[in-house]
């Protein structure tokens, strides 16, 4: 029998993170499992199951030389830091050199779609130098490029459902969306698997659907009416930010709209079946999980 590897995951405190532990510790592989937060005291929950717990700050170099020690296998989720321009490819870019320098022998990071410079995307710079990194840093990895949750859609979909309204300037591009406890699923397999080198995969739901196809499911669902309205781009930067929204989120959905107009968002691919095993959930069963935050507009259970 081989001897038990180290597989660490980062951002142990945050949705996809704790998803991906969960799956971990359900396997019992014999593999030790790290769990890195920023403040590892909110991982207590999961020092008493046997999880080991570091502190890896990504603002902090020092703090990722230590908490990288040793491992064999490291999951590099991706922050949300989306303030400040800049700052999440700096935070990506020091993981990527502690991953290295502590001789991790294989790296799995969550990225986006075709992050390439056409991208309108107003975070695809932040993955595109983050995917450059892992390169340059020759480690072994494996990039995972995750559709949009669909869990996502749970943050507006209240206000969406109480007005009636969607507005959007997607038009008839269609999304290829993915359930956060699929892309948390293909991680894991990944993190606890044997892949080497050098690999890509684009995980995406099972189906691409448009804007108006993806209402009509809420409205189904929900029993509760909402239509698209198909506004400009500037039109809808301007109710958004009449809405009182920050800049950078302002500015994450007009380009995600563009991206997805331009048909960038909408490839479907095998590889979450091909990865668990499972075939991935559709929307609807989504949805349909989560019918009771859609009736009442609260945001819906962690799924």
């Known amino acids: 029998m081989s001897a038990p590897r180290t597989l660490l995951v980062t951002g142990a405190n945050g949705h996809l993170g704790r998803l991906v532990l969960e799956d971990l510790l359900a396997r019992d592989s014999g593999d030790r499992i790290v769990a890195a937060s920023r403040d590892p005291s909110r991982l207590a929950d999961l020092a008493a199951r046997g999880v080991e717990t570091r502190r890896a700050d990504f603002d902090d170099p020092a703090s990722l030389a230590s908490a990288f020690a040793g491992v064999d296998r490291l999951l590099l989720v991706s922050t949300d830091m989306l303030a400040v321009s800049g700052q999440r490819l ?13 001789g991790v022998g294989h790296l799995v990071y969550t990225s986006m779609p075709q992050p390439d410079p056409a991208s ?46 969607w507005y959007s300037a997607a038009g008839d591009g269609r999304l290829a969306d993915v359930s956060r406890a699929d892309c948390a699923r293909v991680a894991a397999a990944v993190l606890a698997g044997t892949q080497t080198g050098a690999t890509v995969e684009e995980i995406s739901g099972p189906e691409a659907l448009t804007t108006a196809e993806i209402a009509a499911l809420i409205a189904e669902v929900s029993g509760r009416p ?44 095998d590889a979450v079946e091909r990865l ?24 819906a259970a962690a799924h």
């Open 276 to 299: 668990t095993g499972r075939k991935p959930e559709a929307l609807r069963d989504v949805l349909l999980a989560n019918r009771a935050a859609l009736a009442d507009g609260a945001p």
């Open 90 to 102: 700096a935070q990506h870019q020091a993981a990527v050199t502690a991953a290295a320098e502590a």
């Open 120 to 165: 309108p995307v107003s975070f695809a710079g932040d993955h595109r130098g983050t995917e450059a990194a892992i390169v340059a840093s020759g480690l072994s990895h494996t990039i995972l490029r995750n559709h949009w949750y669909f869990e996502n859609l749970f943050g507006s979909i209240g206000q969406k459902l109480a007005s009636g309204a």
């Open 226 to 269: 909402l239509a698209v309205i198909p506004v400009p781009d500037d039109a809808l930067r301007a109710t958004l930010v009449d809405a009182g929204l920050p800049s950078f989120v302002v500015d994450l959905i007009v380009t995600f709209d563009i991206n997805t107009r331009m048909g960038r968002a909408g490839t479907v691919t």
